[in-house]
């Protein structure tokens, strides 16, 4: 059973701070994990994706993320924030087999101060 | 992000049948249903690829997918219960394997 928890609920940030959003999993076999971002009102976008090769992987809008086998985890990074990043981020995983769910985690709302 | 249209926008109900609608641009095979709650992280409820229901989720029954093109998808609900108020969120990817989804806007269904 694939699982994924995001430690933190709510993060609040100044503008142009850092910002690490936590994501750790549990699964046996081969999988994606991946970051998706929800701004109030829409849908979730694609933020990146992790199956291999180079452990930190670069995404949309400056947002990187690095896997950990180790620590089984995949957290989301971003050197220097935006109002506009005021959102929720949820961590995925699903199976690398095909007709697996993608499994969410709790999210992680971020709010961003001027 | 117009390349997956849901209809309606905003659905209210009381213990009506209604359907939901889906139809994305970008050529993908296979179609997703996500219903999220409130403060919750989005749930599958069914999955095509191909037009083939390849996962059913256990979900009421009241709940029923149909799929009548690989760029089409419905979602028909039958008397609605108050515990499905939520946002049904409509999803595609070039193939089955979850690799990178693309949402629609949502409905957000209210029941009466």
């Known amino acids: 059973t694939q699982t994924v928890s995001q430690s933190d609920a709510h993060v609040t940030v100044f503008e142009g701070d850092s910002v690490e959003l936590r994501c750790n999993y549990s699964y046996g076999g081969s999988i994606y994990l991946s970051w998706y971002i929800q701004h109030h009102g829409h849908g979730l976008q694609f933020l990146l994706k992790y199956y291999s090769g180079n452990p930190v992987v670069q995404g949309v809008n400056g947002f990187e993320a690095e896997f950990s086998k180790s620590d089984s985890s995949f957290h989301l990074r971003k050197a220097s924030v935006h109002w506009s990043d005021s959102a929720v981020y949820f961590c995925a995983v699903s199976a690398l087999q095909g007709g697996r769910a993608l499994i969410f985690g709790t999210g992680t709302t971020v709010s961003v101060s001027p | ?112």
Not at chain 2, 24 to 32: I, K, P, R, V
Not at chain 2, 85 to 92: E, I, L, P
Request: neutral net charge; charged residues 20%; contains cysteine.
């Open chain 2, 1 to 112: 992000n117009t390349k997956i249209t849901q209809s309606p926008r905003y659905l209210i109900l009381g213990r009506a049948n209604k359907s939901l609608e889906c139809e994305q641009h970008l050529g993908h095979n296979a179609m997703y249903w996500y219903k999220q709650s409130a403060e919750k992280p989005p749930e599958l409820m069914f999955l095509y690829n191909l037009k083939q229901l390849i996962r059913n989720e256990t979900v009421p029954s009241r709940f029923i997918p149909e799929c009548p093109d690989s760029s089409k998808l419905l979602l028909h609900i039958s008397a609605v219960d108050p515990e499905d108020s939520a946002v049904y969120f409509c999803a595609s990817s070039p193939r089955d394997n979850n690799e990178r989804l693309f949402f629609g806007h949502g409905t957000k269904l209210s029941v009466l």
